[in-house]
């Protein structure tokens, strides 16, 4: 739900919001989402009173009726974990910053979110893909470079699209095979990628970017039709038009880093190693690719093994 004139006004949450992004820096859909989630509830809630007023009001049983509403709406269960949290991190900051006491969301119990096993391309999909979006390149189109580049960045070193999208020239070392990425909450991490993300990111920039610079250009490193930084929606556009020229089964972005962090478990790296990569807080986090890969080893052994 878009955020009321009311709300956006709120002294209090304006303030929350500062917090979220210079205190926690976060990134700004991320606070787009928490200010959004608190919109909701505001207008859920408010009887009339102005919207500060409503959030001091509130006890945890207005909270409780507010995602058993969403419950009984058919809302997702990963929405309403991320709404729970995001009303459980605005009470706790209220209640530091001696605004809210005592905090209502205190006792809120958080909503688990649905466990889903994230889709996955096998490597001989991934291979096709990315000879399709090599081949497609060979007309010397600035755009196919482009995608090449994205598809073959993707995979390699599994960065999600906005930290894609992101990227500067300066942040790619073609000489060392290493990319620095700006993740979520402003941390950087540097992630290594193989001779084939070189090639297509070496011909993108010697042969692609230049013919797309303009006026508008500044550094970063994947361009739009129009010289300007490329956005995440181009990239999205860009992976499902490979995936038909491919002939193959569609796949979002974000599935390239699935899959990425799938195949580096099956090569053999260590839960650590890929949390580094994939730059995750939490180890947790990490942990769910390894369901992807004993769920393909049970299926390999149901049809392998004689007593299966």
């Not at 709406?73 to 001696?98: H, I, M, Q």
Request: aromatic letters at 4%; hydrophobic letters at 40%.
């Amino acid at each position: 739900m878009p955020i009321t004139e009311d709300v956006a006004s709120s002294e209090l949450l304006a303030r929350f919001e500062r917090h979220l992004v210079h205190q926690r820096g976060l990134a700004a859909n991320t606070v787009r989402a928490y200010l959004g989630d608190l919109s909701h509830l505001v207008n859920f809630s408010c009887g009339g009173d102005g919207v500060d007023e409503t959030l001091r009001s509130l006890t945890i049983a207005d909270l409780r009726a507010w995602l058993a509403a969403m419950s009984t709406g058919g809302l997702s269960r990963t929405t309403l974990a991320r709404r729970g949290a995001s009303v459980r991190a605005f009470y706790a900051w209220a209640e530091d910053a001696e605004e809210i006491t005592p905090n209502p969301a205190a006792r809120l119990a958080s909503a688990r979110p649905a466990s889903t096993i994230p889709t996955v391309m096998s490597p001989a999909d991934v291979i096709t893909l990315l000879h399709a979006a090599q081949t497609r390149a060979d007309d010397g189109n600035p755009l196919h470079l482009r995608d090449w580049a994205a598809a073959e960045m993707l995979y390699a070193t599994g960065m999600r699209v906005g930290e894609l999208a992101g990227t500067n020239v300066g942040d790619v070392d073609l000489d060392d095979h290493l990319v620095r990425v700006m993740g979520k909450g402003s941390k950087e991490r540097v992630v290594p990628f193989g001779v084939p993300a070189a090639l297509a990111a070496n011909a993108w920039l010697e042969v692609g970017r230049p013919q797309l610079v303009s006026e508008v250009t500044d550094s970063a490193f994947l361009l739009g039709r129009r010289g300007h930084r490329v956005d995440q929606r181009q990239i999205r556009e860009s992976i499902h038009q490979l995936c038909a020229f491919a002939e193959i089964g569609d796949i979002a972005p974000h599935g390239l880093r699935h899959t990425a962090a799938t195949h580096l478990l099956h090569g053999g790296s260590d839960l650590r190693s890929v949390q580094e990569v994939l730059g995750h807080a939490s180890l947790t986090t990490t942990q769910r690719y390894t369901h992807v890969s004993a769920e393909r080893l049970r299926a390999t052994y149901q049809l392998a093994h004689p007593r299966a």
